[in-house]
Every structure is written in C-alpha cells, then in structure tokens.
C-alpha cells in the first residue's frame, strides 16, 4: 500500500483522512454500486491549492484519483476505487453574488440550495433545480451537467455557466470563461469540462449568471387513465409552448408518494401530470388553457389548476420526492435515458413492456417537457434471479433509447453504471474523439478511473 505520510506533511493537520471507518462512509455515492473499492485515504481540501498539492503528489506516486462532492451522484461517478486517493470538495466553500453582472461566483461545496437562496437575497434567480438540490453540490452539478424540473423552459447548468477554475492532471488551476455573458475568444473548454464527470480536471470554483426572480407559478395537475394517454399528452403541449415544469408519474410512483406524504393522490390513476406556467399576465392565462384543453383532449380523468405557491409546491415535492419514495419498495436501478418527444410514448410503452417481459416492477417518474424519463427498476439484491432479471431491463431500456434516437443520460452523468452503453449512443468516430480529449488532458489516466470510458 502507497504511503501517504508525504501527502499528510503536506497539508493542514486534518486534511488527509485514514480511519477506515471514516474511508468506509465513503466508498458508494447514491447510486450504491455494490462493486464499490476502499480509497486509499480521503483528502478534504478547503482551498485550491491544496487540492494542487493533492494532485501533484498523486502524479508523481502514480495514485489515481476519485473526485466526490456529496455523493448524490446516481450513476456511480463518485463510486470509490481500491487504491484510489478520494478527493472531496464538500468543505471548498463560499459563495459571492455580484448583482451588477449578475453572477454568482461558487466553491464546489456550495449547496445548490445554498446558491438559490443567496441569489434570492439579492432578488435574484438561479434556476437549475435538481429533484436533490437541497443536498447536491455546485461542483457536482457542473461536473454532471444537473438538470432539474425547471429545465424544459429554463435549460440545465451549463446554460448557467459561465467561468470555472480547474485543476488539471498535473496540478495546474487554470480558469476559464469568467463573468461577461458573451465570449467567443478560443475553443469552448468551459463547455467541455460541464458534464465531464471529473474525468479531465476537478472543478474548484464555478461561476454562473443569475437570472431576475421567477414570476409566480399557476400549476395544472391532471390525472388519466394510462401512461399513453399522459405521455401523448405531454406531445400535445409542447408542441405548442414550453411550460416552466412538465413532470409525469406513473401508478406506481403516484401510490409510492401517497405511501410516503398521505396528501390524498389519486391511487387509482395510471398517471399524473404536474405542469406549471409562469408566463405573465394573458400570456399565462392562455397558456395554462392550452395545457388544460391538451390534458382534457387526452383523457384526463380530472384536471385541477391553482395560482396558490403553496399548493404549488405541494405537487412539485410529490415529484421529488418519488425516487427515495420507490426506494422504500426495494433496492433501486436508476434509468436516466432521454428521447426526442414525439418518442416518448413509444418509450414509455416499450418500458412497460420491458417490465412485463422480465417481470420486474419498473416505476417511471420523468421531466416530461424535455423527454427526460427516470424508470426506477425495483428489486431484492438477496434474490439472484430477480436481480439478473432487473439488470436485463436495465440494459433493454437504454438499448431502447438508443434505439429510438436517444440518450443513456439526460442529466446523471454515465459514471461506472452506464458506459457499457456510452458507445451504443456515440458510435466510435466520437468515442475515439472523446478518448483523445482524455488522454490529452490525463495522460496517465489517473482522474476518476473507470467513469464513462
């Protein structure tokens, strides 16, 4: 085993971490690989000259290195690797708001909730809003290119990137972009490292732009009789606008929620749609008719509209919440795949089919606006066949995203659980592209072994 004695002398006192109790805390992130290593030691940085130090001395005793923010990731892409130096950001904090270009310059600890609310402090907006924004870090929402509810009219976070500072391979801190909201001096690398799941550098500071504060919300909640009525649905109102949310549940994510915050959710329903406009004034009162008239053209057994935030946010959270609520069915695979919309029936009856062929439950909670579906494959791990059975389906539903022109990852990053699949969608021409870029930057391939590639 390397000695790390040179690293601890290093660094404050406190910064390298040994215990394996403590190691042990961190080997899976939220995606529970259960292949997951033991690190070598756990360093926890304040500054970006220490995660220099860091990196440095892991080139030159040859270490690899895992980079961690709050472990939310659901890919496996903070999934701890034997011998590995662990680097996490959660203790890079600070966060400076600068309402004259607003921008918001971030550590990587920084909660996204935490820059939320400092950007409303100075009645000011950062929409990016993970289902986990109360617990996900900046850094790992840029690493992983997070989206959120919001996204089908506001975007995700490289939308809201402007700058970074990031250490390289070899311990260079570089930054790019910075807080002018046009920049075409150069190649685009602030572009390249958003979603790059620490596989080209490790992101110590962000810088995003800031948008006025969100006009309050009218929500429109329907429920329908099948997941093809929903889903045709959900086609029929973005085919004529972009509402600032668009979310859909299925049956059992509806009854899982029900299980979870008893707000009286209509059990019976093959599927819910919360949709929320905040266009202003007639604008808004038009568009909440058209998702109205869309959700009754479709079979919707019952739609419901409120101007009430409270209310509002009620049926938000029930979305949210759906994935820890499924979990308490059993252990969970997580998809994360992606279609054009017009697809996305045709996914969502080809998931169904998938669950049936292989007999597992599959709950399927998605951003419906943008095409975005997270089906939740629940299973024993302590039954072997029905395990095996789940990761069929796994693999069956990414083929059939693919398939359909679409995407392994809308928004979790592939990590270790998906990069079987990362050729499938790019074809070889860009997987070799990508690869290139890799060992350009990381020519020993130490940063995040075994994520994506």
């Known amino acids: 085993m390397t000695d790390v004695t040179t690293l601890t002398d290093s660094l404050p006192a406190g910064t390298v971490v040994t215990d394996p109790d403590i190691l042990a805390a961190y080997r899976q992130d939220r995606a529970q690989d259960p292949d997951a290593g033991t690190p070598l030691a756990l360093v926890r940085p304040t500054t970006t000259a220490q995660v220099q130090s860091a990196v440095r001395w892991c080139a030159e005793a040859g270490v690899p290195i895992v980079t961690r923010g709050a472990g939310t990731s659901l890919s496996?892409?903070?999934?701890a690797v034997d011998g590995a130096l662990m680097i996490t950001t959660e203790k890079m904090r600070g966060l400076a708001v600068d309402t004259s270009t607003r921008t918001a310059v971030c550590k990587p600890g920084m909660l996204n909730a935490e820059v939320k609310a400092a950007a409303a402090e100075h009645g000011l907006w950062y929409p990016p809003d993970p289902s986990s924004f109360e617990i996900c870090t900046i850094g790992g929402n840029a690493a992983t290119n997070a989206g959120g509810l919001c996204c089908v009219k506001y975007g995700?976070?490289?939308?809201?990137?402007?700058?970074?500072?990031?250490?390289?391979?070899?311990?260079?801190?570089i930054r790019l972009g910075g807080k002018q909201l046009k920049d075409s001096a150069g190649l685009s690398l602030t572009r390249l490292f958003v979603g790059s799941e620490g596989l080209l550098g490790i992101i110590?500071?962000?810088t995003v732009r800031l948008l006025p504060p969100q006009a309050p919300a009218c929500t429109v909640v329907a429920v329908f009789p099948t997941v093809a009525d929903a889903s045709r649905a959900v086609v029929a109102v973005t085919s004529q606008t972009r509402p600032a949310m668009l979310e859909f549940m299925d049956?059992?994510?509806?009854n899982a929620v029900e299980d979870m915050l008893a707000m009286d959710l209509d059990r019976t329903a093959g599927a819910m749609l919360i949709a929320q406009s905040d266009a202003p004034g007639p604008a808004g009162a038009a568009e909440v008719a058209l998702i109205e008239q869309a959700f009754r053209a479709h079979h919707a057994q019952e739609v419901f509209t409120t101007d009430d935030p409270v209310e509002g946010e009620a049926f938000a959270m029930a979305r949210r919440v759906a994935i820890p609520a499924v979990e308490r069915r059993g252990s969970l695979l997580l998809e994360d795949v992606g279609v054009p919309l017009p697809e996305l029936p045709a996914l969502v009856q080809g998931v169904a089919e998938i669950a049936?062929?292989?007999?597992?439950?599959?709950a399927v909670i998605a951003h419906a606006g943008d095409g975005n579906t997270h089906p939740l494959i629940v299973f024993d791990p302590e039954d072997t066949d029905e395990a095996r059975r789940a990761q069929l389906a796994f693999d069956q539903i990414m083929g059939l995203a693919v398939s359909m022109g679409g995407t392994i990852t809308g928004e979790h990053g592939v990590g270790r659980l998906?990069?079987?699949?990362?050729?499938?969608?790019?074809?070889?021409?860009a997987l070799e592209l990508t690869t290139t870029i890799k060992q350009a930057l990381d020519p020993q391939g130490m940063l995040n072994p075994g994520v994506m590639l």
């Open 76 to 79: 496996g892409g903070a999934t």
């Open 156 to 173: 995700v976070t490289v939308d809201y990137v402007l700058g970074l500072e990031v250490v390289l391979a070899d311990g260079r801190a």
């Open 204 to 206: 110590t500071e962000v």
């Open 356 to 362: 049936e062929k292989n007999d597992v439950t599959i």
């Open 251 to 254: 049956n059992t994510s509806i």
């Open 418 to 429: 998906k990069k079987g699949w990362l050729r499938a969608q790019l074809g070889d021409d």
